[in-house]
């Protein structure tokens, strides 16, 4: 079946401007992550959801940052008035409920020029 | 602070021989540890899971140890092949919650011919 699939791949933006990502799961993962590498760094937690529970936004870094998830399906991760610090890899993962193992899609490079 | 440490950036090892991967964390209510390995322009794939119930698990070429009292654990790859190279995270998972990853800043493996 179909892994984790996330739009667009490489996405370049001024700053200042809003961004918005996209992240399909895996068809019957009920919970999903959003996670963002900066250069040379390791994966940082930015929020996590899971059903119909309230979401974890515990790593979100600031008030710019939000996410939404339509039922079990689809992810939007905005961020508002991007900054240059903002420049990262987003990765997106799904997995069954209370499943330790994430499955990671190949992630959204954005660029803040 | 860094609660998974990765901190050999970089290894390379023969083909043939045994590449062996570390990973120190100091959070002790983590009790699930995963190794992801993660190729250029893609996601990290899972690799390997240990429980903090047992101290060894194999999955063909690849072992992970997990020594609770010293809070490390290990990777090892035998033999080392060159489709090996790439990057591996360590990651770990908080006691009694299957969420969010706590991830390393990951060690770069050459397997050279």
């Known amino acids: 079946g179909a892994g984790v699939s996330q739009s667009p791949s490489n996405k370049v933006t001024e700053k200042g401007k809003d961004v918005e990502l996209r992240c399909d799961p895996i068809s019957g993962h009920t919970a999903l992550y959003w996670y963002r590498q900066r250069l040379g760094q390791g994966l940082e937690f930015l929020i996590y959801?899971?059903?119909?529970?309230?979401?974890?936004k515990s790593g979100l870094p600031s008030d710019r940052f939000s996410a939404e998830r339509t039922g079990e399906s689809v992810s939007t991760l905005t961020i508002q008035r991007t900054q240059q610090e903002d420049s990262a890899v987003y990765l997106c993962a799904s997995s069954l409920r209370g499943e330790h193992i994430q499955y990671f899609g190949a992630g959204t490079r954005l660029s803040v020029l | 602070d860094q609660q998974v440490k990765q901190n050999s950036p970089s290894l390379s090892v023969q083909e043939g021989r045994i590449s062996i991967l570390n990973c120190d964390y100091t959070?002790?209510?983590?009790?699930?540890f995963l190794w992801y390995k993660k190729y250029p322009a893609e996601g990290p794939t899972f690799l390997i899971s240990?429980?903090?119930?047992?101290d060894k698990n194999e999955d063909g070429r690849f072992t992970v140890f997990l020594n609770k009292s010293a809070k490390h654990l290990s990777l090892h790859i035998v033999p080392s092949q060159p489709g090996d190279s790439a990057v591996y995270f360590c990651a770990a998972s908080a006691r009694g919650t299957a969420s969010k990853l706590t991830f390393g800043t990951g060690t770069r493996l050459q397997v050279t011919l």
């Open positions: 240990i429980s903090s119930i047992k």
């Open positions: 959070n002790s209510m983590f009790d699930y």
């Open positions: 959801f899971q059903g119909n529970s309230a979401p974890d």
